[in-house]
């Protein structure tokens, strides 16, 4: 007889069970997962905001090797991945691709600065730099297709580049991002730098689009509706709505999770 | 010829008056009225309603401008259309001589263009002069030698205009906001219809001119006059690709709102309440001359001015009180005289607004500093003013006044400065003084602002970003940064 796994909420480093108690069966499927509510999403949005002083001023070397270090504990966990993705050649196309991901956006995390800093020559005798810096809180909706992979693709550039994350796991299938967080518990990200919620896509999107403390939302998991929805509410505090096609893979991507900061000082003896 | 102790003695005594010393008008021709340029030429509007632009200094009426309606925006949003798709085929290396043109022409009529800007919008000549209108000029020959090496700006890309750009601006910079938007749009293959604001059109009708001049293709840049109205039309056209807007962060909530899963591109670029932070170790002349010019600079009529004045408690009396000497050696009056460090509030409704936030800040508790300064009779006028026991909750404190208003709060330890800074919905600018380089670091790192101003203050150039964090918007405006709002990458 086999021991199941109860499937939770990620949320300040902790698997916690959702506050309201309730849960729901993606596909009518045998398995029960959290149906989380307004108050879970709240509580990650702060354990994020709590958790992004620390996580931006690490050094760009060290999230490049936590990044890399989930990579290599997805890739330890390739078997379970896979079966998880529904087996065969497809589920582990969709696994490697995800520890690409890690990888190649690992890699970015001390060139960032090098490729889209600059140096700006002013007319006066200033010394003159603009720098990217995160974001700050961001939201992220997986895609329902591709239930691990969708979400790797947006989960690594935002990382990378300093910011904390509040993600909703694909509603119909939300095995893969749930268990993406043991990788994320068990890979050295500070707790709270990542935090995913499982539940109902047309209840929480609206709280989390509308949420004051969040900075910047990515729709490209969303439909056309949702990203109108998304959108409106998002003009409540001005956040930034990324909206890149979701293949998309490119420092392009990392910088629309960034803001540059332009620094001047007077050149003088 | 040496002065005797006694000569010298008696000169002390003296008052030294300035003589007035206004710029010459007669050279600028300011039309009685103004229609819409749209297609490459001045055309007379469907739109039968005009309103006065006024000088903020005399309350004059300069000139009756259009009130644009739907027809023509409609107009201008097409000829925008008609002219995108040869102005984005056509050689990158033409358009920038286009913008070339521009800029040379902006510099050729600077006197001209400054004398307008500053009747317009009743901002000091000397600023106008020496910081809008070379800006402007700065600007676009800047963006001119982009438009045929985006290859390098974007790499591994082939970057691509969006279409036409819808552009409404406000009233602080006028000319200046215009060469922000057109030069980088143009630059990238866009075409552009823009708004300039209701109460300073007459730089952009000059700008309309210049286009003429440098024969640029009709249809690249459109300009239509109008109020809050005309501006919402602009950017909820259906075939405008991108909106780019300058202006308070209340209209930029609603832009974003009106114009949800319309898939148009947006920048804003919206209000602030930096904080200018002044250690106890700063060289205490030069951070006061700072902190004038970041809060009395365009009488305060600025996004990124340092409203609140952050000072290490060490310091705050001394500090102060050179702060109070030096205000009042400024000199309020004629926008025209080339010795006015203070002009005319732009409007009477700016006006109203300014008054308003200083009453709360007298009823809320604050302690008000005004130098004795005698205001015209005529015209919207406010003195240099700044507060004093001022506590964060306080509405002066919170609220962007966009006038020559400072608050002025304290702080013991750098961390303290960090909180109170970044306690602001707010994050366009910042500004540090200190002697100390590693905390100049320290605290631009932790400010959460577009802009941080090190021992310096409102300093402005082509080459580098300007833009916010939070509420103060996002996109970048100047630098490479700049052309990224207006390429499509994919």
């Known amino acids: ?269 | 010829m040496a002065i005797t102790k006694k000569q010298s003695a008696e000169l002390a005594k003296q008052v030294f008056e300035y003589a007035p010393a206004p710029e010459a008008v007669d050279h600028v021709k300011i039309q009685p009225r103004y229609g819409l340029f749209i297609g490459g030429r001045m055309v007379d509007a469907h739109s039968k309603k005009r309103f006065p632009t006024i000088n903020p200094a005399t309350e004059k009426t300069l000139s009756e401008v259009t009130d644009a309606d739907e027809v023509d925006v409609d107009r201008a949003v097409k000829a925008a259309s008609k002219a995108f798709d040869s102005w984005a085929r056509l050689p990158a290396s033409r358009r920038a001589r286009y913008l070339y043109r521009i800029s040379r022409l902006l510099q050729e009529r600077s006197r001209e263009l400054a004398v307008v800007e500053t009747m317009d919008g009743g901002k000091p000549i000397k600023e106008s002069r020496d910081v809008d209108i070379p800006l402007s000029a700065a600007h676009f020959f800047y963006y001119a030698g982009w438009a045929d090496k985006l290859e390098w700006a974007f790499p591994n890309r082939k970057p691509k205009p969006l279409g036409v750009a819808g552009q409404v601006i406000p009233w602080n910079f006028p000319l200046l906001m215009l060469a922000w938007k057109i030069a980088p749009a143009l630059a990238a293959g866009n075409t552009v219809v823009l708004k300039p604001a209701e109460t300073t059109p007459l730089s952009a009708m000059v700008f309309a001119e210049i286009c003429m001049q440098a024969e640029l293709p009709p249809g690249v840049v459109n300009i239509v006059t109008g109020a809050g109205k005309t501006g919402s039309l602009v950017v909820t056209h259906p075939e405008v690709k991108k909106v780019a807007f300058t202006g308070s962060t209340e209209v930029g909530k609603l832009i974003q709102r009106a114009i949800a899963g319309t898939g148009k591109r947006l920048t804003l670029e919206l209000g602030g309440k930096a904080a200018n932070i002044v250690f106890e170790d700063a060289p205490l002349d030069q951070a006061v001359e700072g902190i004038v010019n970041g809060i009395y600079f365009n009488q305060g009529h600025v996004c990124c001015a340092g409203s609140r004045l952050l000072v290490q408690e060490s310091i705050a009396e001394p500090l102060l009180e050179k702060l109070k000497r030096r205000l009042s050696t400024l000199r309020l009056g004629d926008p025209l005289d080339k010795n006015t460090d203070i002009g005319a509030i732009n409007s009477r409704a700016q006006l109203e607004k300014i008054q308003g936030l200083v009453e709360s800040g007298v009823e809320e508790g604050a302690e008000l500093y005004q130098p004795e300064c005698v205001l015209p009779e005529r015209g919207f006028w406010f003195p240099p003013s700044l507060f004093t026991n001022v506590s964060q909750s306080y509405r002066i404190a919170r609220e962007e006044i966009f006038g020559p208003v400072l608050s002025v709060l304290t702080f013991r330890t750098p961390a303290e400065a960090v909180e109170k800074a970044n306690n602001t919905p707010y994050g366009l600018s910042a500004g540090v003084w200190t002697d100390k380089g590693s905390r100049i670091l320290w605290m631009a790192e932790r400010m959460r602002a577009g802009v941080v101003w090190a021992n310096t203050f409102n300093r402005f150039d082509p080459t580098s970003p300007f833009g916010g964090y939070k509420e103060s918007g996002f996109g970048r405006e100047g630098g490479v940064h700049g052309l990224l709002p207006y390429v499509e990458l994919n």
């Open chain 1, 1 to 269: 007889m086999d021991v199941r796994k109860t499937y939770k909420l990620f949320v300040n480093g902790e698997f916690v069970r959702s506050e309201s108690g309730r849960a729901y069966r993606p596909d009518g499927g045998g398995v029960n997962v959290p149906r989380g509510s307004r108050k879970d999403l709240r509580d990650a949005v702060r354990a994020a905001r709590n958790a992004f002083p620390g996580w931006a001023g690490r050094t760009a070397m060290n999230r490049g090797q936590i990044l890399y270090r989930a990579a290599e504990m997805l890739d330890g966990r390739a078997a379970q991945f896979v079966e998880l993705l529904g087996g065969g050649a497809r589920g582990r196309r969709e696994l490697d691709q995800s520890v690409e991901t890690l990888v190649w956006y690992a890699g970015w995390t001390d060139k960032l600065p090098q490729v889209t800093g600059t140096v700006n020559p002013v007319a006066g005798p200033y010394f003159n730099f603009t720098i990217p810096e995160p974001t700050g809180v961001v939201g992220l909706i997986a895609p329902e297709e591709a239930p691990l992979l969708g979400l790797v693709r947006r989960v690594a550039p935002a990382l990378c580049g300093g910011n904390v994350i509040v993600a909703l796991a694909p509603e119909s299938s939300p095995l893969a991002a749930l268990t993406l967080a043991e990788v994320f518990a068990t890979s050295d990200v500070p707790a709270g730098v990542v935090n995913i919620i499982s539940g109902q896509r047309k209840e929480l999107l609206p709280w989390l689009a509308s949420h004051m403390d969040v900075n910047a939302i990515d729709v490209a998991g969303c439909t056309g509706d949702e990203v109108k929805a998304i959108e409106e509410s998002a003009a409540g505090n001005v956040k930034r709505v990324i909206k890149f096609k979701q293949q998309e893979q490119s420092p392009y991507l990392i910088v629309a999770f960034m803001e540059m900061k332009t620094i001047w000082h007077p050149i003088g003896v």
